[in-house]
Every structure is written in structure tokens, then in C-alpha cells.
DNA sequence: ATGTAC
């Protein structure tokens, strides 16, 4: 599909509807960030998300937006569940729920500077990463396993692994309703089983950061932010559990396309009515594989927590934990009518209003905190929801590739790399120097630029400017 | 994203 792209604020742009596209494509960015800069194909991708059955109001794509599998990473979606509306697995992403979570530590970064050393060391022995099997937990068995796919981040504080507190900051208070284990097939729970409590490999990381810039006061406050505290961001998901749940589901639907009547313009989208047995049962394995990443950050949090104890003699409060692979059910007004739409976010984050009912007291004012992490050695961002937001609740992700991991191998040596980090006072724990490179802060757009374009478009608002002080690499 | 794959 040939787009034509309208310009029609200097942070928000048009695709124009044309066979089969059902409605038109948005994209918030400014001329600078578009993917096509780069010949990225993730504004086609847009288009083609665009041609979903149910789909209303827009195919939306964030200023993070990049290429992806079938739908772009940064690419938002919503259909309408009793109209047809479908659900694609592809709109998820093969890491479900892959999220962030960020933590506030109880000593600001000059107190802490002496025993950074010491705390990166213990991070680097404790937190399991790199492809593969090796986890925090080791679980008995599948029984054990559904308990967790069922519970999420709640089993693991059930199980001694945090607070009830922390469960009040998760989005969906660290549990997503409608698990169903049943459809998560033996090869998923088998590479699940061994990978509980471990960051994965690729972008993935836990990073000790410093509050660089506070934009907001009172919301800075309301999230438990000022100016020179450290705070910990763990990036991180499914594992293997949910590659598995993705691929299993994925074929599945691609051999349904025909009995329900679907064309698709590319194969990646593969879908089923929300409402259909493959549908159902894909969201049924969906939110057991959302639940199973939402322990893993839980278990990493522990660990972050107990390097803190250890070296600093300092606590970790959960500030947020929110996903950026997902598809909700959630109630928006389409045209002034309240419709029951599935939502897919994949690589977008969720941005509730201020007042949503879904928020916690204490941040119901302020917004729902949205986490935007940078790359290794730039700034990472911590924003806030806004009534304004017209891409259904919706916000960028991160900084967003703009090289492919082999154009980035190519160009970038870890072992470099990880000496200029260093000499700028970054202390990096990496699980390989392949992995390193491939996500060499070049390799991504810049996230400051990234940042000031949510804000502009509309879509969040900015609270505070975080920069690393240590890495944990997966 | 991922025991870089059926």
C-alpha cells in the first residue's frame, strides 16, 4: 500500500483512508521522528492495522513508533467487540506484557555514590539474565505454574515476595482477570517454568537512575519524586512463556482467517473476532502470560531490594508498574456512544486521565504514571496521564530503534561501547557484549525528542527527567 | 521479543 501522510499539526499527522484501510491512520510525531526517515516500513504497517475488521476512529502509531511484526511497535488499535471487532496477537507483540516498572529509593545519588560500586556488584551477581533458562524461582511444577498465571504479581506477595502495597501501584492491581492456563500450551509452561524471576536479553534491563529534572512539582510529590533521588526501572516481560503463547495462538488464527471471512493485507496480522472460540482463547492465554510477567517484575523488585538493603541500607517504594504489550476489553465513547472495544497497545503504554476510577486514591489527581525509558546512557522519563489524550488512552513506550539489531552490530562494538559508558560515569553489568551493541543508544531515536512530541501531541504530560547511574543488561 | 526456526 502506497500511504499518502498529511501533516496537520507540526506533532500530529494523517494517513489517508484508502482501500482496504476502514479508517484512517494517526500518527503523533514531528516531521524528524517519522520512521520513514530511516526506510522503515512502520508506516505502512499502520495503514495495513488500519484494515482490521472493527476497527473504529484510527490506526494510531506513537512518536516511538518503528517496524514490527505485522502491527508496528508504538502502534495502538481499538474494535469494536460487537460489531466483529477482532483481536490479533501480532497487536500484543510476542513479549506479553512486557512492561516497566519503576521504583523510588530512600537515599538521593550523592549519599548513595560511595557504595554504587558495591550495589552494581550485587546486581550484577543477583539478577538473572541473558537468554535462557535460570530464574529467581524455580517452580515446582505446571500446578504451581497456573497458581502464578492466574495470581500474577499478588503470588508472588502472597508468597513473602513484596508488599500489598506494591500491588496497589500495579495496573490491575498486579493481577489481570480472565486468565485461563488451560489454553497455555506444555512447550510455554515448560520454558516457563525456569525463567520466573529473570530479565531476558535484548532491550530488557534494570537500571539504577537519578531524578535528573523535575518538571512538575506536585505531581513529582505525588508520585514520590524530587530532585536527586535514585530510583531503579526494571524493563522486562514474559520470557519464553510468552513468545510461546504468542507463536501457539498465532498460528491457530492464521489457519481461522478463512472461517470467519477475514482478509488481511499482511499475513503478520492474523486475527479472530474478540468474541470467538480463538479469540477467547487467545485472550484467556494472553492474561495468564500478562500475569506471569507481572511476578517476574515482582521477583526482580525483590532482588532490587535486597541489593539496596545490602549496600545502601536503603528501601525501594513501587512508584508504577504498567505494560506496554497488551490488549485491554476497556469502554470508550466512539462518536458519543459508549462502545466495548479491545484495545491492543503494543509498545504503547497505557495513559490514564486524572479521576480514572481504575487509578489508586493517592494518584487519582496527578494522572496515571507513564514510564518512558531511554536508552543505556540517555534519559529515561517518567510522565503522566492527561484528559486530553485522543489515541484511547494511550502514550509513547521508549526511545523507539531506528536500527535494525544487525545494522546496529555492525556498527557498534560492546566492548567500545561499554568503556565510553563507563568513563561517563555509567556502571554497566552486561549479560554479552553482542547483546550490548545491539542496543547502542545510536541504534534508538532520541528520546528527548520523543518526550517533548508526547507532550506536545497531547497524548502525556512531562513530571520528571531521569538519567542512569548503572545498568543491568539483559 | 525469543532455547534468533518447522
Request: aromatic share 6%; glycine share 12%; with cysteine.
Amino acid at each position: 500500500m502506497d500511504i499518502t501522510l498529511v501533516q496537520e499539526t507540526p506533532f500530529r499527522f494523517r494517513i489517508e483512508r484508502q482501500d482496504p484501510m476502514r479508517v484512517p491512520g494517526v500518527v503523533f510525531a514531528t516531521r524528524e521522528l517519522l520512521p520513514q526517515a530511516t526506510g522503515d516500513k512502520a508506516l505502512e504497517q499502520v495503514a495495513n492495522v488500519a484494515a482490521l475488521p472493527g476497527i473504529v476512529r484510527a490506526s494510531y502509531a506513537m512518536p516511538d513508533v518503528h517496524w514490527g511484526y505485522g502491527f508496528p511497535i508504538g502502534g495502538v488499535a481499538a474494535t469494536d467487540i460487537d460489531a466483529g471487532g477482532v483481536i490479533s496477537p501480532g497487536g500484543v507483540g510476542f513479549d506479553i506484557s512486557c512492561g516497566v516498572r519503576l521504583l523510588a529509593a530512600g537515599i538521593d545519588r550523592d549519599p548513595l555514590a560511595p557504595r554504587m560500586r558495591r550495589l552494581m556488584d550485587i546486581l550484577g551477581d543477583t539478577v538473572p539474565r541473558g537468554l535462557g533458562p535460570g530464574g529467581l524461582w524455580k517452580l515446582s511444577g505446571r500446578r504451581q505454574l497456573e497458581e502464578l498465571m492466574v495470581a500474577g504479581a499478588a503470588y508472588a506477595v502472597e508468597h513473602g515476595r513484596g508488599v500489598p502495597r506494591d500491588l496497589e501501584r500495579c495496573e490491575d492491581g498486579g493481577t489481570l482477570a480472565g486468565a485461563d492456563p488451560s489454553q497455555v500450551g506444555q512447550r510455554a509452561v515448560d520454558r516457563g517454568l525456569r525463567q520466573v524471576g529473570s530479565l531476558g536479553s535484548a532491550n530488557h534491563f534494570l537500571e539504577v537512575q537519578a531524578v535528573d529534572r523535575v518538571y512538575d512539582d506536585r505531581t513529582a510529590a505525588a508520585f514520590g519524586l524530587h530532585p536527586g533521588q535514585v530510583c531503579v526501572m526494571i524493563h522486562c516481560g514474559s520470557r519464553g512463556l510468552g513468545h510461546q503463547v504468542c507463536s501457539d495462538h498465532v498460528k491457530v488464527m492464521d489457519q481461522s482467517l478463512r472461517a470467519y471471512g477475514i482478509q488481511l493485507p499482511d499475513r503478520q496480522l492474523a486475527c479472530a473476532p474478540a468474541v470467538s472460540v480463538p479469540g477467547r482463547d487467545y485472550l484467556g492465554a494472553m492474561a495468564a502470560a500478562a500475569n506471569y510477567a507481572r511476578a517476574n517484575r515482582q521477583l526482580l523488585t525483590e532482588a532490587a531490594r535486597h541489593a539496596f538493603a545490602v549496600a545502601a541500607g536503603a528501601e525501594l517504594d513501587l512508584v508504577y508498574d504498567v505494560s506496554h504489550n497488551m490488549a485491554k476489553i476497556e469502554t470508550h465513547d466512539v462518536d458519543g456512544v459508549p462502545l466495548q472495544l479491545c484495545v491492543h497497545r503494543k509498545g504503547a503504554t497505557r495513559a490514564l486521565p486524572p479521576g480514572h476510577r481504575e487509578l489508586p486514591d493517592d494518584l487519582a489527581e496527578a494522572g496515571q504514571p507513564i514510564l518512558v525509558p531511554g536508552t543505556m546512557g540517555t534519559a529515561s522519563y517518567v510522565m503522566a496521564g492527561t484528559a486530553g489524550n485522543d489515541a484511547f488512552w494511550s502514550s509513547a513506550h521508549g526511545a523507539g530503534r531506528v536500527w535494525s539489531r544487525h545494522q546496529a552490530l555492525r556498527r557498534v562494538r560492546g566492548e567500545e561501547l561499554c568503556e565510553q559508558l563507563e568513563s561517563h560515569g555509567v556502571a554497566v553489568r552486561p549479560a554479552s557484549w553482542r547483546a550490548l551493541a545491539e542496543e547502542a543508544p545510536d541504534a534508538y531515536k532520541d528520546v528527548d525528542a520523543v518526550a517533548a512530541a508526547t507532550e506536545a501531541g497531547q497524548l502525556a504530560r512531562l513530571v520528571a527527567r531521569l538519567v542512569p547511574l548503572g545498568v543491568v543488561k539483559g
